[in-house]
């Protein structure tokens, strides 16, 4: 089943903060965030295994409530480089299959 | 390093019209996968190979055959095209989960 991402998209003025949730009906095994631009392929921006842990890097950040079964995709000070449409995947049940359903996505505008 | 190659880029197929979408990546990754993207669906998965050899049903497998020729190729096959198969066709490829897809740049299939 399809996770569930809110907002489905906001615009922000550069040095704005967001946060993008995912959630899941299923028990999750990890959760994968995944940026793509207009007329491009998907990016990988990092993975979170089942273990409640939080994982960042630049201004780029994620969580992972496994009880919950929610990530959120906090996004700090944001440049206009961020602008485009993140997608979460996840990856249900408890063994690490590969096999990842990803959430309609959230599409996120950034302006000067 | 090319990555994650597809071909073609674009298509156009009149519906019953059938054809293959080829996939090879250069990464000496275990698993492969086709996702298909619509607007507002996100991504959905439709068939995904976890190691050559093997094959699997995804999300939305109707309508559609795979082939895992070897360790660098997975084929995509519309036996009969649709309308309702006009979108675009990611293929994505992976060595451990952990370290996230690559994707390659996608083919926009338009069935008529």
């Known amino acids: 089943q399809q996770p569930v991402q809110s907002p489905q998209a906001v615009i922000l003025r550069e040095g704005e903060d967001a946060v993008i949730n995912c959630s899941s009906s299923k028990a999750l095994y990890s959760v994968h965030w995944y940026r793509q631009k207009h007329g491009e392929a998907p990016v990988f921006l990092m993975i979170?295994?089942?273990?409640?842990e939080q994982k960042g890097h630049d201004k780029i950040s994620a969580s992972f409530n496994e009880k919950k079964q929610q990530s959120s995709l906090y996004l700090t000070a944001s440049q206009l480089s961020y602008s485009g449409t993140y997608f979460c995947g996840t990856e249900n049940g408890s063994s690490n299959t590969g096999k990842l359903i990803f959430g309609q996505g959230t599409t996120l505008q950034v302006k000067p | 390093n090319a990555g994650v190659t597809q071909t073609p880029k674009f298509q156009v197929l009149k519906t019953g019209q059938s054809m293959t979408l080829q996939c090879a990546q250069d990464?000496?990754?275990?698993?492969m996968y086709w996702y298909r993207q619509d607007p507002g669906m996100g991504l959905r998965l439709i068939y995904y190979?976890?190691?050559?050899?093997?094959?699997d049903k995804g999300e939305v497998p109707n309508g559609y055959n795979v082939s895992r020729l070897n360790k660098r190729e997975f084929s995509l096959r519309l036996e009969s095209a649709a309308p309702s198969q006009t979108s675009v066709y990611f293929c994505a490829s992976s060595v451990r989960v952990a370290l996230g897809y690559t994707f390659g740049s996608g083919t926009r299939l338009t069935v008529v």
């Open positions: 979170l295994l089942k273990g409640g």
């Open positions: 190979s976890a190691s050559e050899g093997t094959t």
């Open positions: 990464m000496n990754h275990n698993s």
